[in-house]
């Protein structure tokens, strides 16, 4: 014959150590997103100079990064296994970050770090299901990234603040949607 009363209360014991496991879990999937979203605003070494090979095509050296850091000009460096804990999934040396907004600006101010469009070139952008043609007014440093202001050529119209990475060049082959 079953002890139900035993029964009963093993499964009870069993749900209790369960909903105690849960909470652990997502307070910690919490604690990593966060410094998730933390993390986003640093750049290690290795990210900087991945950025200036994308922009530029040219190769650093991390002893240039270092050298940077050293003079103060990356901003303020933190250990990312001090500040991250739950991110750190690599072993061996150490790694800085540096804060995203300082690195943009020091690039940008040593002209290593500039718009991918220039005023005056001819753009598409985006805007519901259709593609426009449009021409860069201007490009400036906004935090991390350039913004653009663009005139539509269709209506004349100034559209600003367009993230870099809304405009595609007029060769883009995602550029093959209609144009108006």
Same mark, same amino acid.
């Given at each position: 014959m079953k002890d139900y009363d035993l029964? #009963? @209360?093993r499964l009870r014991r069993? #749900? @209790?150590e369960?909903?105690?496991q849960l909470k652990q879990l997502?307070?910690?999937?919490?604690a990593y997103e966060e410094q998730r979203r933390r993390r986003s605003a640093y750049l290690s070494s290795r990210e900087i100079l991945d950025l200036l090979a994308a922009r530029h095509g040219r190769m650093g050296s991390m002893a240039t990064i270092k050298r940077w850091a050293d003079e103060g000009h990356l901003g303020a460096v933190i250990d990312e296994r001090e500040a991250f804990p739950l991110l750190t999934g690599k072993q061996g040396n150490k790694r800085f970050l540096y804060p995203r907004e300082d690195v943009f600006r020091?690039?940008?101010?040593?002209?290593?770090l500039t718009p991918a469009y220039d005023v005056l070139d001819r753009v598409r952008i985006t805007r519901g299901t259709q593609q426009e043609w449009a021409v860069v007014?201007?490009?400036e440093l906004a935090v991390d990234r350039f913004l653009y202001t663009v005139q539509v050529e269709s209506s004349?119209?100034?559209?600003?603040g367009i993230p870099e990475a809304d405009l595609l060049p007029p060769e883009h082959p995602a550029s093959r949607l209609p144009v108006s």
């Open positions: 029964l #009963i @209360a069993q #749900i @209790a369960a909903t105690e997502e307070a910690e999937r919490a020091f690039l940008y101010e040593k002209g290593l007014i201007s490009a004349g119209e100034v559209v600003s």
